[in-house]
């Protein structure tokens, strides 16, 4: 059973570590996910895109399979289904459709116009039980046509925004999406720091986790990171694995050309990466 991302995170934070939301891309890469949060005994999240949304033919046919594979899979580790950089509109369907979370990204909008929006579906969320991520500032780089410049978030901006009620917040800090540049400056811990005292207990969630240095993941959790995002990288071992698979010519000895047998070294590849990512994050074992 789908769960909110509430209770995992508020846990999350009290504890000093955070749990990893993995994007979802097709059935592979949520059957990796899951099978690796449940051996490792960690909750997960599930992000999924606008853009990942309609390449798997809609938000229903999603919460259809996620569903489908807690049961068959015997998942008994929370799971929350979240929508990751979603626009008002797209939050609504995902609402309807049955995500148990979703993202609300007003960051490009003006403050006033952000927190408007943001107040709204609040009070929605609330009625149905799901929780809510809101950004302030903007993560750097390009993710499904959501373009950010990078820009670190005002941290009282960041306080007017968690104190509507959300359930976490996103906040720009220097994070990319994507691969970092070799100039990269790296995260700015003293806007991090400002944004934590200033919005107390409110998780924290830092986007762009794929490839910031190990040091930085750590001391972002110090400072109250509950929620770090991982996409790239699961992409790029996927890739990687699929590559080596086709190049060592297996697709072309018995039937090496089945989907099943040409996806399998990816797989394994994202399950190694979420275990990892996992270890790093301090969330395995704990699930109850």
């Given at each position: 059973m789908l769960v909110s991302a509430k209770d995992m995170l508020n846990k999350a934070k009290a504890g000093h570590y955070a749990v990893g939301q993995f994007n979802i891309n097709n059935l592979e890469w949520t059957k990796a996910v899951l099978l690796t949060a449940q051996e490792l005994n960690s909750p997960v999240i599930l992000g999924v895109s606008e853009g990942a949304g309609k390449y798997m033919a809609g938000y229903k046919t999603i919460v259809g399979m996620v569903n489908g594979m807690l049961e068959e899979l015997k998942i008994t580790v929370p799971v929350a289904l979240h929508l990751d950089h979603g626009s008002f509109d797209g939050a609504m369907k995902c609402i309807e459709a049955g995500f148990s979370s979703v993202?609300?990204?007003?960051?490009?909008?003006?403050?006033?116009?952000?927190?408007?929006?943001?107040?709204?579906?609040?009070?929605?969320?609330?009625?149905?039980?799901?929780?809510?991520?809101?950004?302030?500032?903007?993560?750097?780089?390009?993710?499904?046509?959501?373009?950010?410049?990078?820009?670190?978030?005002?941290?009282?901006?960041?306080?007017?925004?968690?104190?509507?009620?959300?359930?976490?917040?996103?906040?720009?800090?220097?994070n990319i999406h994507g691969k970092y540049p070799e100039n990269w400056a790296g995260l700015s811990f003293e806007t991090l720091d400002a944004i934590s005292r200033l919005t107390g207990d409110m998780p924290l969630v830092l986007h762009g986790g794929t490839g910031i240095p190990e040091d930085m993941i750590k001391k972002a959790i110090h400072l109250g990171v509950a929620k770090i995002n991982v996409n790239t990288e699961c992409q790029l071992t996927f890739a990687e694995a699929t590559r080596k698979y086709i190049e060592a010519g297996k697709d072309l000895e018995g039937k090496g050309f089945d989907p099943r047998k040409l996806l399998a070294p990816g797989f394994e590849a994202i399950k190694a990466t979420v275990k990892e990512k996992m270890e790093l994050f301090g969330s395995v074992g704990q699930a109850n």
């Amino acid at each position: 059973m789908l769960v909110s991302a509430k209770d995992m995170l508020n846990k999350a934070k009290a504890g000093h570590y955070a749990v990893g939301q993995f994007n979802i891309n097709n059935l592979e890469w949520t059957k990796a996910v899951l099978l690796t949060a449940q051996e490792l005994n960690s909750p997960v999240i599930l992000g999924v895109s606008e853009g990942a949304g309609k390449y798997m033919a809609g938000y229903k046919t999603i919460v259809g399979m996620v569903n489908g594979m807690l049961e068959e899979l015997k998942i008994t580790v929370p799971v929350a289904l979240h929508l990751d950089h979603g626009s008002f509109d797209g939050a609504m369907k995902c609402i309807e459709a049955g995500f148990s979370s979703v993202m609300f990204d007003g960051s490009h909008y003006p403050i006033e116009e952000n927190i408007e929006k943001t107040t709204e579906l609040v009070k929605i969320c609330n009625s149905k039980g799901i929780s809510l991520e809101a950004e302030v500032g903007s993560i750097g780089g390009e993710e499904d046509g959501v373009v950010g410049a990078g820009e670190c978030a005002d941290p009282e901006e960041c306080k007017q925004v968690a104190d509507l009620g959300v359930t976490m917040l996103a906040a720009g800090i220097g994070n990319i999406h994507g691969k970092y540049p070799e100039n990269w400056a790296g995260l700015s811990f003293e806007t991090l720091d400002a944004i934590s005292r200033l919005t107390g207990d409110m998780p924290l969630v830092l986007h762009g986790g794929t490839g910031i240095p190990e040091d930085m993941i750590k001391k972002a959790i110090h400072l109250g990171v509950a929620k770090i995002n991982v996409n790239t990288e699961c992409q790029l071992t996927f890739a990687e694995a699929t590559r080596k698979y086709i190049e060592a010519g297996k697709d072309l000895e018995g039937k090496g050309f089945d989907p099943r047998k040409l996806l399998a070294p990816g797989f394994e590849a994202i399950k190694a990466t979420v275990k990892e990512k996992m270890e790093l994050f301090g969330s395995v074992g704990q699930a109850n």
